[in-house]
Nanobody, 123 residues
């Protein structure tokens, strides 16, 4: 059974940093694209960042330059380093993985999802 487990969320002041982690189990994702999405209260889930097996990345305009997605050495772990956080970054952050190796920015393209971790940025 495939599981994606996020960790690292919490409460931080504006301008601060957090690092989210996502550990995948149940199958290997070493050749698969993985990504991060987020959903704020009352809003639709939105794309944050994605990475493929060779390190190719894509970011939402709202996170570009502030967030960095990376993968662990075993490639079954993905991280999201979030710097210069803003109150509008407050959301539940979800890790996701594709069966495909090609990165994608649409949540409908992802096959596996974690339960999410809350990130709250205070002003």
């Amino acid at each position: 059974q495939v599981q994606l487990v996020e960790s690292g969320g919490g409460l931080v002041q504006a301008g601060g940093s957090l690092r989210l982690s996502c550990a995948a189990s149940g199958r290997t994702f070493s050749r698969n694209a993985m990504g991060w999405f987020r959903q704020a209260p009352g809003k639709e889930r939105e794309f944050v960042a994605t990475i493929n097996w060779s390190g190719g990345t894509a970011y939402a305009d709202s996170t570009k330059g502030r967030f960095t997605i990376s993968r662990g050495n075993a490639l079954n772990t993905v991280y999201l380093q979030m710097n210069s956080l803003k109150p509008e970054d407050t959301a539940v952050y979800y890790c996701a993985a594709r069966r495909s190796l090609i990165i994608a920015t649409s949540d409908s393209a992802y096959d596996y999802w974690g339960q999410g971790t809350q990130v709250t940025v205070s002003s």
